[in-house]
């Protein structure tokens, strides 16, 4: 944990070394999720629902969905991304000669601060939406919250491994991890506006509605469970326990068939 926290503090001075490309760069992240939230907004309340769904509502999925991917992108983003070109180049074979877990070095090495403005934006919106809803938060809810979005967070980094690994076989990726994305793009929405074939895909084959809508149904109060049962939305920090840990044993599994393309 000291040398994790050496590692990430040597990081954050070369990142604010150049501090105005810093914080322009957060800034103009923040800016596009903002346009993208107001133009959500917009097209809700012009529709005044979306399957009983109200506008701060479907806000709600939209800020935990973007909160959680935030906290995982800042250790996993970088990472995963780049892990291809690596493997490619054989760089990878560097990071192998590290004297400490490889996974843990790339996350220290690729820590990007960046989507903390991701998570400034996110967790204003989902304040102002609770605001707006006039929902009670007790200590008890509060405490539930930071366990979903901590489970949340554990489901987004799963799936930034699960896309990333393959390359260990493959070399490339990229319609694995395009697919994970544009899959993702589904919970924006309540997954009960879509039929039940995705709503079975989205829940228990890439159980990406464990991320907002099931733990959305405890905090406003909803029933949309259809075909599921209530207890799903209490789960969403084992589920992201177990995906996890299984994401993890998948990283290990690739890295014992790595073998180096470099020259």
């Known amino acids: 944990m000291a040398l994790y926290r050496a590692f990430v503090r040597l990081k ?109 934006v996110a967790s204003g919106i989902l304040t102002l939406c609770f605001i707006q809803l006039r929902l009670a938060i007790t200590v008890g809810s509060f405490l539930f919250l930071l366990l979903v979005i901590l489970g949340a967070a554990m489901i987004q980094a799963s799936a930034f491994l699960f896309t990333s690994v393959p390359v260990f076989w493959l070399v490339q990726n990229q319609a694995i991890s395009g697919f994970a994305g544009d899959l993702r793009g589904f919970i924006r929405y309540p997954i009960s506006i879509y039929k039940p074939g995705v ?6 084959l890439i159980p990406y509605a464990f991320i907002n809508f099931y733990p959305a149904q405890y905090f406003l109060g909803k029933s949309d469970f259809l075909m599921f049962h209530p207890l799903f939305q209490y789960v969403t920090p084992l589920v992201g326990i177990v995906l996890l840990v299984g994401a993890y044993q998948f990283w290990k599994l690739g890295l014992r068939h790595y073998k180096s393309t470099g020259s």
């Open 12 to 120: 954050a001075k070369a990142m604010v070394e150049y501090r105005g490309a810093f914080f322009l760069g957060g800034i103009s992240q923040a800016s596009a999720y903002i346009a993208e939230f107001v133009v959500l907004w917009v097209m809700i309340t012009r529709f005044h629902s979306m399957n009983g769904w109200a506008a701060q509502e479907v806000m709600v999925l939209y800020a935990l969905n973007l909160i959680s991917y935030a906290i995982a992108g800042s250790f996993l983003y970088s990472v995963c991304t780049g892990l291809a070109s690596m493997v490619q180049s054989g760089s990878f074979d560097e990071v192998l000669t590290k004297p400490m877990n490889p996974l843990v070095y790339l996350i220290c090495h690729k820590f990007v601060y960046q989507y903390a403005s991701h998570i400034l």
């Open 199 to 204: 709503q079975i895909v989205l829940t228990l």
